[in-house]
């Protein structure tokens, strides 16, 4: 697949609509996939910290979260078709996953954020099939959440720690599981939650 190179970063080559069908076909194929959208803010912080381009590197997709990457490419010479979001992504996620029957884990927000966003996703794709949910602010050091997570088999897991605290868990964590698209989707369980 196509990728425009800003600063180091490969972003993929696709619209929204695109990268959801992409998505939807690598959860049928219960290839195991790790989507990083990125927007002005992490490429910089990736130039900044060598540590964070390797959460980047292991990213199985890399997509430009923002106008700001799409004319960086532009900038540069190269094109990139739209802005595809975290938000955007997830929602469109959800929407297939309402057909499609997906099992999905939520990582991430506040507590009481997290429970709002679990019930309107509840109410709005009622045949999602929320496998369980944790809150953001958890000891890093010494849990067993991937561990649980990967017991609940989910098709999608949507982890909201923001940048890039979310990049980091999925690139530590991701090879305790044998399948599933993870995603770092930032404050999108705010917005959900209303
Ligand atoms: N968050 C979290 N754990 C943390 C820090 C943040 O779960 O240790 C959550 C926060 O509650 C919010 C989301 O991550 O739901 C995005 O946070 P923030 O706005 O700080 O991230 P950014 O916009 O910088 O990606």
Redesign the pocket.
């Known amino acids: 697949m196509k990728k425009v190179t800003i600063m180091g970063v490969p972003f993929l080559h696709i619209d929204q609509k695109g990268f959801v069908s992409l998505l939807e076909n690598r959860i049928q194929q219960k290839e195991k996939t790790f989507v990083v959208t990125a927007n002005p803010?992490v490429v910089m912080t990736a130039n900044e910290n060598p540590q964070v381009m390797q959460y980047l590197e292991k990213a199985t997709y890399i997509c430009a979260d923002g106008i700001g990457v799409v004319k960086a490419a532009q900038i540069l010479g190269e094109s990139l078709p739209e802005r595809v979001t975290g938000y955007d992504s997830m929602i469109q996620l959800l929407q297939a996953g309402n057909q499609k029957h997906y099992k999905i884990f939520l990582l991430?927000?506040?507590n009481d954020?997290l429970q709002k966003a679990v019930d309107n996703i509840h109410a709005t794709y009622p045949n999602v099939e929320i496998v369980g949910y944790q809150?953001?602010?958890f000891n890093w050091e010494d849990n067993d959440i991937a561990e649980r997570i990967a017991q609940t088999q989910p098709d999608l897991v949507f982890v909201?720690?923001?940048?890039p605290?979310?990049e980091k868990w999925i690139s530590e964590n991701v090879d305790k599981f044998s399948h599933g698209v993870f995603i770092g989707v930032?404050?999108s369980?705010?917005v959900i939650a209303g």
């Open positions: 803010e991430g927000a506040q954020t809150d953001g602010y909201a720690l923001g940048v605290r979310q930032g404050g369980f705010d």
